[in-house]
Structures are given as structure tokens and as C-alpha cells.
């Protein structure tokens, strides 16, 4: 990759397939919602981005765009859905772990999830915040490479 620090996000490039449970926002949903998940290298190699699509509509496909501050050594990921929602969240990876966060007024937001030891799988989960104090899960989200 041209820009040194997102080399370190190698592991995490190709094509993926996703199993979202345990939705908190969707309460008719049991079991698990698919879908997919492509990392590519892009802009001559100076950002990664990740095409996500889900196979129920409720849930909005998005793009994200994941780009690396040489100066302050820290990622930042971009995100774009289709249901006209954008957020920037910060964003780390290291010893298998990624990591994003955003602190909004009355909308904060984290995921963690572990690589496995295989680098095959991809798993964690989405929480929010809107008083400040209590966390909620929203969903796991499980990804498997293709």
C-alpha cells in the first residue's frame, strides 16, 4: 500500500460475507440477517474502502472510507449509507482488534471485534449511548472471508 499506515490494515482486505444478529432496533427479526462486505485498496493505494450490502432493506448498505493522519498516527473511518446517514468515526487496528468510536450529543456510538488467529473471521459488536451513561448493544456482526 502507498501510505505506510494502512498496510498495517492488510489483514482486513477482501471479499467477506456478514451475519448480523441480535438487532436492537429491529424487533421482528430472529436469527441472522446476511450479507456482504468488500475491502479494497483504492485511490492509488492511499485509502481503503469497505462496500457493504445487507440482504434485508432495513438495514442501510453503506460505504466506508478508511483513510490514515501520518502526522497524529491515527485512522479515521468515513461512513456513507443508503439511508442518507453520514458519520466519521476514529478508528484503530492492532494485535487483531479493530476498533471505531464517535461522540455526538445524544448519539454515541462504538464497535469492537476481534480477527481470529486465522484472519478467516472477523467478530464483534455495535453499541450505542444517548445519555452519556448507558450502553446498549445494537447488533453482533459476525464477518467470514469468502
Not at 35 to 53: E, H, N
Not at 65 to 70: K, N, P, R
Amino acid at each position: 500500500m502507498a501510505n505506510r499506515m494502512l498496510s498495517a490494515l492488510e489483514p482486513l482486505l477482501g471479499d467477506w460475507n456478514v451475519a448480523v444478529s441480535d438487532v436492537r432496533f429491529l424487533k421482528d427479526v430472529t436469527g441472522t440477517i446476511g450479507g456482504s462486505a468488500i475491502l479494497t485498496r483504492d485511490f492509488d493505494d492511499a485509502i481503503v474502502v469497505m462496500r457493504q450490502t445487507f440482504e434485508d432493506e432495513r438495514l442501510p448498505s453503506g460505504v466506508w472510507v478508511l483513510g490514515a493522519d501520518d502526522d497524529h498516527g491515527t485512522y479515521s473511518a468515513h461512513y456513507y449509507g443508503s439511508d442518507d446517514v453520514s458519520r466519521l468515526y476514529q478508528m484503530s487496528f492492532a494485535n487483531r482488534m479493530l476498533e471505531l468510536w464517535r461522540h455526538a450529543p445524544g448519539f454515541t456510538q462504538k464497535f469492537a471485534a476481534r480477527l481470529d488467529a486465522s484472519g478467516g473471521v472477523l467478530e464483534g459488536e455495535w453499541q450505542s449511548c444517548t445519555d452519556g451513561m448507558n450502553w446498549h448493544r445494537d447488533f453482533r456482526q459476525v464477518l467470514t472471508r469468502r
